[in-house]
C-alpha cells in the first residue's frame, strides 16, 4: 500500500506499464517501417527523464530528444545508449559537451555551422546533426530556400554527419488542418530539393502527436511522439472519434492532514474569494502553488471565442462556481479546491466525500510540467512498487 512508503505527504506516481502499453499503441499506429522518437524533455513531461528513457530503451525506442545539452548529458550520465536528439539552438559553449557524449545536433544557422567547423579543427571527433528547416512555426530554422546550401556545406566539413532534416507543426492539433498541411507540402518541397542535389538517405521526421494519429502521411521516416506516450491526447477533439487506447502514466497524490466542519458563511482562504453557503467539512492537504496546483500558463487567444470562453472561466470562478474546476479524487470519492490555493496548502470541499480520515490519499489535478521536479516519485507497474522515493536509479521487469 502506498500509505507504508515512506514518501511524507505528498508524491507522484507514475505507472511505468502504462508507459510501456502506450509505446506499444503507438508502434502499432505507425507501423515497422517507421522510427519512433521519445520526446522526454522537461524530465519526460514530469515523469522523470532518466527512468523513462530506460523504460524507452528497453522497449527499443529508435531515438529520444531533448531539449538542451545538458539535459542529454544527464541522460547519458544515467546509462542511456539510444540515440538523443537535442533539439535547441545551441551555444558554442555546448558543442564540447555534444561531442563528448555522443548528442545529435540540430544545426538552424549558417552561425552554427562554423562554430561546428572551428570546435573540429581543433578538438577533432565526430557530431551526429539534424537540420532544422523553418516553414511556419516561426521559431528557428533556416528558411526552405537554404536548406540545400546549408546541407552541402555541412557535408564539406570533415567531422561533421548529416543524420536527418525535420521540422515542427504549428496547428496539428486544431480540427482545420490547411495550414499544416501547407507546412507539410513546404517541407516535402525542401526535402524533394536536398535529394536533387545528392543528399539523400536523410531521416525526414515533421509529425509531432496530433499528426501521429490523424495524419499518417505525414509519419514519413519518423515520428516524434510526447504527449501520446504519457497517455494525453493533444486535445479533446482529436481524443473524439478515434480508436487510439491509451493509458495515464501519471498523478500526484497527497495525503489529508487536517479536516474540519466549516459553518454557514465561513471564508476560506486568503482573500476570502469563497464562502460557505452552508455548513460543509473541509479537507486540508499538504501542496500548494508551490507544488503546480492550480497554475496554468497565461495564453494569448488565438480567436476571439477563445478570449470569450477564458473569460467566462475566470467569472465562473471569481463568484465561486467551484465545480468549473477539475475535482480531488479521494477513495471515497470526488472533492472540489474552494478558496485560493495557497503555497503549501490547499482546502477541499469533501461534502461528497464518504470515509475520509487524516491520512487519506487524494489524487490532485496538477499540470505535469509544472509539478516541483523535488516531489518524491513512486514508480509502479499496475499495483506492484518498483522504488519510491529520491534520485535513486530504477529496477523493473517488462511486461510480458
Request: charged residues 20%; positive net charge.
Amino acid at each position: 500500500m502506498m500509505e507504508n512508503i515512506g514518501l511524507g505527504t505528498h508524491w507522484v506516481e507514475v505507472d511505468l506499464g502504462a508507459l510501456q502499453h502506450n509505446y506499444r499503441v503507438i508502434r502499432e499506429k505507425i507501423g515497422p517501417q517507421v522510427k519512433l522518437l521519445g520526446v522526454v524533455k522537461a524530465d519526460a513531461y514530469g515523469l522523470g527523464a532518466v527512468e523513462v528513457s530506460k523504460v524507452l530503451e528497453a522497449q527499443g525506442i529508435d531515438m529520444l530528444a531533448v531539449t538542451s545539452a545538458a539535459e542529454g548529458q544527464q541522460l547519458r550520465e544515467a546509462g542511456i545508449k539510444t540515440p538523443i536528439l537535442v533539439f535547441r539552438p545551441f551555444l558554442p559553449e555546448e558543442i564540447s559537451v555534444m561531442a563528448r557524449w555522443n548528442l545529435t545536433a540540430t544545426v538552424a544557422s549558417r552561425e552554427a555551422i562554423l562554430s561546428l567547423k572551428e570546435w573540429l579543427e581543433e578538438h577533432g571527433g565526430t557530431i551526429n546533426l539534424h537540420l532544422k528547416v523553418e516553414t511556419g512555426m516561426g521559431r528557428y530554422g533556416f528558411w526552405p530556400e537554404e536548406a540545400v546550401v546549408a546541407a552541402q556545406e555541412i557535408m564539406s566539413i570533415p567531422g561533421l554527419f548529416l543524420e536527418g532534416v525535420y521540422s515542427h507543426l504549428a496547428t496539428a492539433m486544431w480540427k482545420n488542418k490547411a495550414y499544416c498541411r501547407k507546412q507539410f507540402q513546404i517541407f516535402q518541397e525542401t526535402c524533394a530539393n536536398l535529394e536533387k542535389a545528392g543528399i539523400k538517405g536523410l531521416i525526414k521526421h515533421i509529425a509531432n502527436s496530433a499528426a501521429i494519429i490523424e495524419l499518417p502521411e505525414m509519419h514519413l521516416d519518423m515520428v516524434r511522439a510526447g504527449t501520446l506516450l504519457y497517455g494525453q491526447y493533444p486535445n479533446a477533439p482529436v481524443k473524439k472519434g478515434i480508436n487510439f487506447n491509451l493509458k495515464d502514466t501519471w498523478s500526484f497524490k497527497a495525503k489529508v492532514v487536517y479536516i474540519r466542519e466549516l459553518p454557514q458563511g465561513h471564508s476560506v482562504g486568503y482573500g476570502r474569494t469563497f464562502r460557505a453557503r452552508r455548513s460543509l467539512p473541509v479537507a486540508v492537504l499538504p501542496v500548494g502553488y508551490v507544488d503546480g496546483v492550480q497554475l496554468e500558463p497565461l495564453f494569448k487567444p488565438a480567436t476571439f471565442l477563445d478570449f470569450l470562453k477564458g473569460a467566462a472561466k475566470l467569472l465562473l470562478t471569481y463568484v465561486g462556481w467551484e465545480k468549473f474546476r477539475a475535482p480531488v479524487q479521494f477513495p471515497g470519492g470526488k472533492g472540489r479546491i474552494i478558496g485560493k490555493v495557497g503555497m503549501q496548502l490547499t482546502m477541499v470541499d469533501v461534502s461528497e466525500v464518504k470515509d475520509l480520515t487524516v491520512g487519506t490519499i487524494a489524487s490532485v489535478p496538477v499540470r505535469r510540467t509544472a509539478i516541483n521536479s523535488a516531489i518524491p516519485k513512486v514508480y509502479k507497474e499496475g499495483i506492484e512498487v518498483l522504488q519510491a522515493g529520491g534520485d535513486i536509479g530504477i529496477s523493473y521487469e517488462q511486461e510480458s
